[in-house]
């Protein structure tokens, strides 16, 4: 297939890159850089099979030639307001990425015959009160809180995906998706992975919010893509929950990081640091994904934990 994706330098475009361009695939990449990285696509240099677009995908996306799937990743994910990639940091470019750009990668698949692929996220359930969390559940989202610009967004998009589907018969697909972790997530991100992976390589405690009892479920990146593939090449119209159902409390997930990093310098426990309607618990009930793609997760925490500290290390300038 020839493949246009947007968010093609971000952390999990660029793995998704990867995956395409190894199943034998041609892919047109597109990214604005405006919280993805060229980084992250370096590897690709030279690649025949692989263009590259910077441009905004809330602008009008022109591509010629055929395109037989459009998936859809441009966005900013990150909730930390104290990052500059954080979303809340960037609420008029987030809201434009789900509603202008998604509704521009759907009007390419239209006049293409392209089938589309949208990145839809866990955070359409908002704070929920179903747990776990199934793709009938409809949601508790604040619509004009402070993640609303994100929550919002990825909702509208999966409106107008299913509205291309019904008013167009454009062939679509939405991936709900879970936290994911790996190689390539930026240092200065802010979120809970790498926030706590460098405090433990330096030597640091670990930050702990509240008593630690919020939980988040983590999926390495290499499987979170598998799962992705799979749906692209299903059948299934219907939103797919992707993501790891194993739950780890946070103080859980801090004792397991600092293990692997022979860390001894404990935890730093701080009042409770909730933003907006953040989650106390969030995990996946990935019955569906297992049935209609025959996926489910398959490498560890500690698994994945170390590759990624393997990156970390070199990114941080320790190997």
Request: charged residues 20%.
């Amino acid at each position: 297939m020839r493949i246009l994706l947007t968010g093609a330098a971000g952390f999990l475009g660029s793995h998704l890159c990867d995956r395409l361009l190894a199943e034998g695939h041609q892919v047109v990449g597109l990214d604005n850089f405006i919280t993805g990285s060229p980084a992250n696509i370096a590897q690709l240099a030279g690649n025949e099979k692989f263009t590259f677009i910077k441009q905004d995908v809330s602008e009008y996306i022109s591509v010629s030639g055929k395109l037989d799937a459009v998936l859809h990743f441009a966005s900013p994910a990150s909730p930390n307001p104290d990052s500059p990639y954080g979303y809340s940091n960037l609420p008029i470019q987030t809201m434009k990425a789900g509603a202008l750009g998604t509704h521009n990668c759907l009007g390419v698949c239209r006049a293409l015959g392209a089938r589309f692929l949208l990145a839809s996220t866990s955070e359409i359930y908002g704070d929920p009160l179903e747990h776990p969390q199934t793709e009938k559940y409809w949601g508790h989202v604040d619509p004009i809180g402070p993640r609303s610009m994100y929550d919002e967004a990825k909702r509208f998009a999966e409106a107008m995906t299913m509205a291309y589907r019904l008013a167009h018969n454009v062939d679509t697909r939405i991936a709900r998706i879970f936290n994911t972790y790996g190689p390539r997530m930026r240092l200065d991100d802010g979120r809970v992975v790498p926030n706590l992976l460098q405090q433990a390589l330096r030597g640091e405690p670990l930050t702990v919010y509240g008593d630690g009892t919020q939980t988040r479920s983590f999926c390495y990146v290499e499987d979170l893509v598998d799962g992705i593939y799979r749906l692209l090449l299903s059948e299934e119209h219907l939103p797919v929950n992707l993501g790891n159902p194993l739950e780890t409390s946070i103080l859980e997930f801090a004792r397991i990081i600092n293990y692997l990093t022979g860390n001894t310098a404990g935890m730093d426990f701080r009042p409770d640091k909730r933003y907006g309607n953040d989650p106390q618990r969030r995990c996946p009930d990935i019955t569906r994904a297992r049935t209609l793609l025959g996926w489910e997760p398959k490498v560890s925490l500690e698994d994945g934990l170390i590759r990624t500290l393997a990156y970390f290390k070199e990114k941080m300038g320790m190997l």
